[in-house]
């Protein structure tokens, strides 16, 4: 029998993102966001929802960009950090150590140290309730040339993303690998 907890977002697990934009004086700002995920696949594109009490909220719709930066194992400190304090009150970049660099392709930084960043500009907004959902189209995936596998492809074992236990607010890393999809020319084990 299963246990009825009700409407509630409940769902594991969730990705553990930190969503980078530039403040109106073009101050670097990030927040840890789980309430993301891909929206589409052409044009390729995520979708990630804030409340309008965030900083980064205004940040975005003033900018209309952002970067989506996925931290590795050894950075859960720094995201959950950039979860918990306001852009409005501290410089999340000083107080981490963490670097933020300016997008070529969009009005947003990106976190140097995080092994994997989506450059994103806005094309879509959508208020659902509680929070806004923000569309971004992917410009760019960049990934550190040492998280690539031998055929230069990502390679989640060494990208090492963690995800996030809603209800329960606890980080986890992500296993090894128990089998590949029928796309892959490999059947599931």
């Not at 101050?27 to 840890?32: A, D, S």
């Not at 950090?81 to 501290?90: E, K, L, P």
């Not at 140097?112 to 569309?135: A, D, N, R, V, W």
Request: include cysteine.
């Amino acid at each position: 029998m299963k246990k009825s907890f009700g409407a509630k977002t409940l769902i594991y697990p969730v990705p553990v993102w930190v969503i980078c934009t530039y403040d109106s004086d073009g101050k670097p700002n990030g927040m840890t966001a789980a309430w993301a995920g891909v929206a589409c696949s052409k044009p390729p594109a995520i979708g990630v929802s804030l409340r309008k009490a965030t900083y980064s909220y205004q940040c975005i719709v003033d900018r209309k960009a952002f970067c989506v930066c996925v931290p590795s194992e050894n950075q859960v400190k720094e995201a959950d950090y950039f979860g918990i304090a306001s852009g409005r009150d501290t410089n999340k970049f000083d107080d981490t150590g963490l670097t933020p660099v300016k997008s070529e392709l969009v009005d947003a930084p990106y976190i140097k140290e995080f092994p994997m960043i989506l450059e994103c500009k806005l094309i879509h907004s959508y208020e659902i309730g509680l929070h806004t959902q923000f569309i971004g189209e992917i410009l760019d995936v960049k990934i550190d040339e040492d998280k690539l596998n031998t055929d230069g492809q990502p390679d989640m074992s060494k990208i090492m993303p963690i995800v996030y236990a809603p209800g329960l607010q606890t980080y986890h890393r992500i296993g090894s690998e128990i089998g590949r999809g029928y796309k892959s020319g490999k059947s599931v084990k």
